[in-house]
């Protein structure tokens, strides 16, 4: 269990990883327009209201793919239990950090608008600022009505990464619950790739589209590897899911 959950950890970890060992620096300027545009349709997956309906979908999957029904409940409480979890550890390390996202970092390097002047609003002023930002700069012409609505929309603090974490959570979901009960029901081990190349490309789009810094990226997998470390070695511990195993 902790080498799988380690391994898709590492997996995740490389993207921040790889950043840093090319020196990648996010550009506002470099925008591709097909490609970031299906990254932020991806990304979406993870915001509200969105990320609701994810969620449904990967509870309905694990509902349908294992057999006992009691079981099936359990895991999707486990599920939300996690989720609700590395969310609320996300928001408490934001508010504690409060590090300006690089989008409002470029912003303040090209306007009177400082990040404590953003960051001194309230997200609905913030918002306002987003607008007149783009609409009165040269940034006008390369950012994309679509990504200016996105940072509109998501004016918060960079550290961690609340995407991040929620893709890094169902991924190690996926393989801890593989792991659990894969063994007799290979069923639980088909949405292991689908979820970690997902949960890969969510990572990408949050570097792409300026949201964050890749040690945002690092330190919230490391931790939603940690949180998920404890509740599977917690499970295994509890054989609340042994009867799948006989």
């Not at 300006?100 to 608008?113: T, Y």
Request: glycine share 4%; charged share 15%.
């Amino acid at each position: 269990m902790l080498k799988r959950l380690s391994l898709y950890t590492l997996l995740l970890c490389f993207v921040p990883i790889f950043t840093y060992l090319i020196n990648w620096q996010w550009q506002a300027n470099a925008i591709m327009p097909s490609f970031d545009y299906f990254l932020y349709l991806l990304t979406e997956t993870g915001s509200a209201p969105y990320a609701l309906g994810t969620c449904v979908i990967f509870a309905l999957f694990y509902f349908l793919a294992i057999k006992d029904k009691k079981q099936a409940i359990w895991a999707i409480l486990i599920m939300a239990f996690s989720v609700a979890l590395t969310q609320g550890i996300k928001s408490g390390l934001k508010t504690a950090f409060a590090e300006p996202r690089p989008f409002v970092q470029e912003m303040a390097q090209n306007s009177a608008i400082t990040t404590d002047d953003f960051y001194g609003q309230k997200r609905p002023e913030r918002k306002k600022m987003v607008y007149q930002y783009y609409q009165e700069t040269s940034q006008k012409q390369t950012a994309p009505e679509w990504l200016v609505d996105h940072y509109a929309h998501e004016t918060g603090y960079s550290f961690p990464s609340g995407h991040t974490m929620f893709a890094a959570t169902w991924l190690l979901l996926a393989v801890g619950f593989a792991q659990l009960l894969g063994k007799h029901n290979p069923k639980v081990k088909v949405l292991v790739p689908i979820v970690a190349i997902w949960a890969l490309l969510m990572l990408i789009s949050r570097l792409r589209l300026g949201m964050h810094y890749p040690i945002d990226l690092f330190i919230s997998t490391l931790i939603s590897w940690l949180v998920h470390i404890f509740i599977f070695t917690l499970l295994q511990r509890k054989y609340l899911f042994a009867v799948e195993n006989r």
